[in-house]
């Protein structure tokens, strides 16, 4: 049985990617989330006998390496964080405490079993990009808010312990996703949950700043089709990837789709510009994710539809 540690994994994309990660019988998962922003809800139904659940807080090295020394893991996927633009920018310290996980995860798992670490970063990393599309070699790391600090900084300690201790490391650069377990607190899911009651959707600025939106299903199966290479290859190269989509779409244009797909009586409204931490552009360069991935990604509408369709993710 191949054991496995995932961090965050009552968050929405962690609590995904342990569904993914069941799909495979010889895979047993140790789940751990302090629950501050994930929920028990969201963990799989399925499977349950292949998974264990345990309320723990990764910033405290007490805490996760009991779980360490009571497991004996074969790979890592830390995913825990703070997260959401507006909680980042309102608790910059909290954000920093972050810092203490990576460090007591590569610490635990490099006197361990753990044959890799694969760790979920952020397109923050690139800040205000200077380079389109965004390449995972060749872009600058602009970062400046702590977020985005904590992630760069995060990459570093992974290269730094791969060159002192040889502890394998991939590096996966999450830019927006969405899909049904979203929380409320991110822009497809706010806008898909105002719109479906007729509320009206509220915009920073003009609307012109532009994301790309990866459903999660595409984020989830280009990543574990990563892991299972490193499983089946005697794969040992240090990579990072670009996880996303690259359509861009502005925020405006957004809205209206969702008006639109929804067939909602919402009106859009314009509020001030935020201050910081709302890039003006982002789109990524996917070519290493599309080659992971092997198929086409979930084109924005149809993502919206199935979103609408389970409905008991609709307040």
């Known amino acids: ?38 929920s028990l809800d969201k963990l799989p139904e399925k499977h349950t006998d292949r998974y264990k659940f345990i309320k723990c807080n990764v910033n405290d090295y007490r805490d996760i390496s009991e779980v360490f020394f009571s497991f004996h893991f074969d790979y890592v996927f830390h995913y825990a964080a703070v997260v959401g633009v507006q909680r980042t920018l309102k608790n910059p310290v909290m954000v920093l405490r972050d810092l203490h996980s990576i460090e007591n995860i590569l610490n635990l798992s490099k006197n361990s079993s753990v044959k890799r670490v694969f760790f979920s970063s952020s397109s923050e990393v690139y800040g205000e990009p200077v380079e389109f599309p965004q390449n995972e070699s060749t872009t600058p790391l602009n970062s400046k808010l702590p977020y985005a600090i904590v992630k760069n900084a995060s ?6 312990y791969y060159q002192e201790f040889g502890l394998n490391y991939t590096i996966f650069r999450f830019f927006n996703t969405y899909g049904p377990k979203q929380s409320k607190d991110f ?19 003009d609307g012109s ?20 290479q490193h499983l089946n290859e005697d794969n040992n190269k240090q990579e990072v990837f670009n996880i996303g989509n690259d359509n861009e779409t502005a925020i405006i244009d957004l809205a209206k789709t969702i008006i639109k797909v929804t067939g909602s009586t919402s009106e859009i409204k314009h ?45």
Not at 155 to 160: H, I, N, Q, T, V
Not at 195 to 203: F, G, K, P, S, V
């Open 1 to 38: 049985m191949i054991k496995i540690l995932l961090t965050g994994g009552a968050g929405f994309i962690g609590s995904s990617m342990v569904e993914r990660l069941l799909e495979n019988p010889d895979v047993f998962v140790v789940v751990v989330d302090d629950l501050s922003t994930g």
């Open 271 to 315: 509020t001030s510009a935020l201050k910081e931490g709302d890039m003006k552009r982002r789109l990524p360069d996917i070519s290493k994710m599309k080659k992971l991935l092997d198929r086409p990604l979930m084109p924005l509408e149809e993502g919206i539809k199935i979103i609408l369709d389970n409905s008991k993710y609709i307040l």
């Open 187 to 205: 822009v497809i899911s706010r806008f898909i949950n105002l719109a479906a009651n007729n509320r009206n959707l509220t915009i920073y600025g």
């Open 209 to 228: 700043q532009t994301r790309t939106f990866c459903y999660v299903n595409d984020n989830v199966d280009a990543c574990y089709n990563c892991f299972e």
């Open 155 to 160: 990459e570093a300690f992974l290269k730094s």
